[in-house]
């Protein structure tokens, strides 16, 4: 550990920047894809294959943003939480509306993407790590699920993930 003259770790700042700049890579690939679509599903499905690959190309990173980010400093857990936050807020803003005499999911976005965040974490502390691009079709089917309804997310389970 490194102290600057203001009292600081130093290396928990470097950490902190390495964390800032590599969510708002993500999530810049993932809005990007989001965005290209023309329905949510087709949105969610593009933004989390550009997710899964990102994190599959760069492990190192992977593993800051899911699994470290857990054990860092206050600062570093803050900002996890936030970007798991802002996630699952995009995650609702554009969700389709429940069936007809239905209510919308409780803390849809919230439990879709802390689910998301738990399987990720577990799969990246398998040594050796897997390819997570071939969770998508579970995953996919598990975003999909509160939503829609189960035979969408049973359709999920068997589509390939898209090119990124």
């Known amino acids: 550990m490194t102290i600057d003259k203001s009292g600081e770790d130093i290396d928990a700042q470097r950490l902190l920047a390495v964390f800032d700049e590599a969510s708002a890579q993500v999530c810049a690939a993932m809005t990007g894809a989001y965005r290209a679509a023309d ?3 087709d949105a969610i499905r593009s933004a989390l294959a550009e997710l899964l690959a990102f994190l599959d190309h760069r492990p190192g990173l992977a593993r800051l943003l899911i699994v470290d980010a857990l054990v860092g400093d206050s600062a570093i857990r803050a ?15 554009d969700r ?3 069936a007809a005499g239905s209510l919308p999911a409780p803390f849809g976005g919230e439990a879709v993407v802390g689910a998301v965040a738990s399987i990720l974490h577990g799969r990246l502390l398998e040594e050796p790590t897997p ?10 089917g598990l975003i999909v699920l509160p939503y829609l309804d189960v035979a969408a997310a049973r359709g999920e389970l068997s589509r390939r993930a898209p090119e990124v």
């Open 79 to 93: 900002r996890r939480h936030e970007l798991l936050a802002e996630l699952a807020r995009a995650l609702e803003a």
């Open 131 to 140: 390819a997570l691009i071939d969770l998508h079709g579970s995953l996919m």
């Open 96 to 98: 389709p509306p429940p």
């Open 39 to 41: 329905c949510w599903v």
